[in-house]
């Protein structure tokens, strides 16, 4: 039995919505589409810390947040997370100091979302080669430290997916079908599965592929229990998401990502990252492949950012080869 309905919030607005959902006539040429037929949904670009998918989820998390009087900010993530990222970044922009902690080791020469971590004044912890559960105790560790300063902070989890976060793309798939009533399909990454469970909340699982990136044991079942959570609807059709582009894991970057990167930037001169919005377009060019996305219909796929983890990937020197 699916959850009540979730209590609605007012969301703290972080970027200008809605965003752009811009066609790519010369790509969807090049991969033997019509010229309308392939669409891409700018959520990377607009608002606070570079943009992204994140910033609609923590404008739900930072409106609960404040109505319960936080005071600071708590999150986990890994080294390059967009998420920590853009919770610096939204902290920074309400004035409540943000706590990072982090999987790894400090790098003596911090690169691509570090930078920027520091730049919008969060303070990073790092965990070492910790796996979920030991970043949210030590998360946990960190928000009952403020707290005996009689600082109250809320926690925010991984990729910033809850519930109450999840609501951001509730949102955003009704202004998608507001911008394309004929959509026939969003591709989007999964991480943590609060994107794909808004999505599917707003449009229906046969609508929405979701592109697994490793990000998580059991993406499946991360959407499945946010959906339940969301409430409101029986959700009976199974969920689309493909396993077929993590590879040798998270932080690699497999070659058809590779060629997927180099594709969209010179036909289209868009830029993906290497670990989500990457593995996400190359699942929608193994399903026009295979068939399972149909090329007579409107595809949109939904950029989720991630520009500066690019500049941290361990790989990025090889995408030009």
């Known amino acids: 039995m699916s959850a009540s309905p979730v209590v609605p919030l007012v969301p703290f607005r972080l970027a200008s919505w809605p965003s752009p959902l811009e066609p790519m006539p010369r790509l969807a040429r090049h991969l033997g589409l019509a010229d309308d037929a392939l669409w891409i949904k700018r959520d990377d670009i607009g608002g606070v810390g570079g943009g992204g998918n994140k910033l609609r989820k923590l404008e739900y998390s930072l409106a609960a947040a404040r109505a319960q009087g936080a005071q600071a900010l708590v999150t986990v993530g890994a080294a390059q997370s967009n998420h920590a990222r853009l919770t610096a970044a ?42 979920a559960a030991t970043l949210e105790a030590r998360a946990l560790a960190e928000v009952q430290a403020l707290g005996n300063e009689g600082i109250t902070a809320a ?40 994107t794909m469970a808004g999505l599917v909340h707003a449009l229906g699982a046969p609508r929405v592929l979701g592109v697994d990136t490793g990000a998580v044991p059991d993406p499946d079942a991360a959407v499945r229990a946010l959906l339940d959570g969301l409430g409101g609807t ?25 060629r997927a990167l180099q594709l969209i930037a010179r036909q289209e001169g868009i830029v993906l ?28 796929f939904l950029h989720s950012g991630g520009l500066p983890g690019l500049f941290g990937h361990p790989q990025r020197r090889t995408l030009g080869d």
């Open 155 to 194: 926690l925010i989890p991984f990729g910033g997916s809850s519930v109450i976060a999840a609501q951001g793309y509730v949102e955003a798939g009704q202004e998608l079908l507001t911008q394309a009533p004929d959509l026939a399909q969003v591709v989007v990454a999964v991480g943590s599965g609060g």
């Open 90 to 131: 939204a902290g920074a922009r309400v004035g409540l100091p943000v706590v990072l902690v982090l999987a790894g080791n400090p790098e003596p020469a911090p690169e691509g979302n570090l930078v920027l971590d520091a730049l919008f004044g969060a303070r990073l912890v790092w965990a070492g080669d910790a796996d």
């Open 234 to 258: 029986a959700f009976t059709a199974p969920l689309q998401i493909r396993h077929d582009q993590v590879g040798a894991g998270y932080s690699h970057l497999t070659e058809p990502v590779r």
């Open 273 to 300: 990252d290497p670990v989500y919005t990457g593995r996400a377009f190359a699942g929608l060019l193994a399903a026009l492949d295979d068939g399972s996305l149909a090329r007579d219909q409107r595809i949109v």
